[in-house]
């Protein structure tokens, strides 16, 4: 049923690391607008159930109609969108599940949402290597991942272990993207991506910009050109451009 939904998405693309707060859900989102920008037709699906941030960048309050099926994303800006957080009614309360229901949740969420035709899918995913992220891997069947990092060794020794996990799943290791960069990449990042065998598909400098916007729910790369200059060539790796 998952695979049915998904029938028309030509690229499901996972952006993940197992470390938080690297940036995945900033990622996702501004690289989905710039892909949108090139004239792609692209969705975001929010894939963290415990902590979805996806409404939250997009400045999104309304929620998805669950009275019909199947699930229809929501559009913003002329991007598809679907989050848990769109079928709940009091984001305040946490969100705390065992993984047999984070699993039942996730699968009737995918196998109920209609994303219809769209050139890419952008998911963002939970930080860890264990329970949700795996699951979500398998059940949507990715065509390939980008593993994000921030400069420091920390980041990096984290973000092999999430590399390594998803290769031992067969999933396709896109490249890497270096988040919060001081501007060339780091040694560290240097060797994860020797240490991966994957390449770099670019990097996007530090910048207060992406607090200051992302908390008035606008998305950076709209505003900033220096920023969205750096998606776009992250996004051009992407497409193979
Ligand atoms: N290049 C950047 N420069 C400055 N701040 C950034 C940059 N990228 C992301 N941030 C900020 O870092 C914080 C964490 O980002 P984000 O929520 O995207 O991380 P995450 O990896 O999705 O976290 P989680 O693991 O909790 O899902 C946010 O406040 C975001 O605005
Ligand atoms: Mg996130």
């Known amino acids: 049923m998952i695979k049915e939904k998904l029938s028309n998405v030509k690229h499901k693309i996972g952006i993940y690391s ?18 949108s920008a090139m004239g792609y037709k692209v969705g975001i699906l929010d894939a963290d159930i415990d902590c979805p941030n996806l409404s ?5 309050s309304e929620r998805m109609d669950t009275s019909k099926f199947p699930l229809i994303p929501l559009v913003k800006d ?9 079928l709940v009614d009091d984001m305040k309360k946490p969100i705390i599940w065992r993984g047999a ?9 995918f196998q109920n949402t209609d994303w219809g035709d769209l050139d890419y899918l952008i998911v963002d995913l939970p930080p860890g290597t ?8 398998q059940l949507l069947t990715l065509d390939g991942f980008v593993l994000v990092t921030t400069p420091q060794k920390i980041a990096a020794a984290n973000a092999f272990r999430s590399g390594a996990m998803a290769k031992r799943l067969n999933i396709y290791l896109i490249g890497v993207v270096e988040n919060r960069s001081h501007g060339t990449e780091s040694e560290y990042t240097r060797g994860l991506i ?7 598909l670019g990097s996007i400098k530090e910048s207060a910009e992406f607090d200051r916007l992302s908390d008035l729910g606008i998305v950076p790369v709209t505003r900033e050109k220096a920023i969205s200059d750096e998606y776009i060539a992250v996004a051009k790796y992407l497409v193979g451009d």
């Open 56 to 60: 939250f960048f997009l400045g999104i």
């Open 194 to 200: 020797h240490d991966l065998g994957t390449r770099l």
């Open 18 to 35: 197992a470390k938080g707060g690297v940036g995945k859900t900033t990622v996702s989102v501004n690289l989905a607008y710039t892909l």
């Open 101 to 109: 229901i984070i699993t039942k949740m996730l699968l009737d969420f």
């Open 78 to 86: 002329g991007i598809k969108v679907a989050s848990t957080s769109m």
């Open 130 to 137: 264990s329970d949700a992220p795996l699951t979500i891997m």
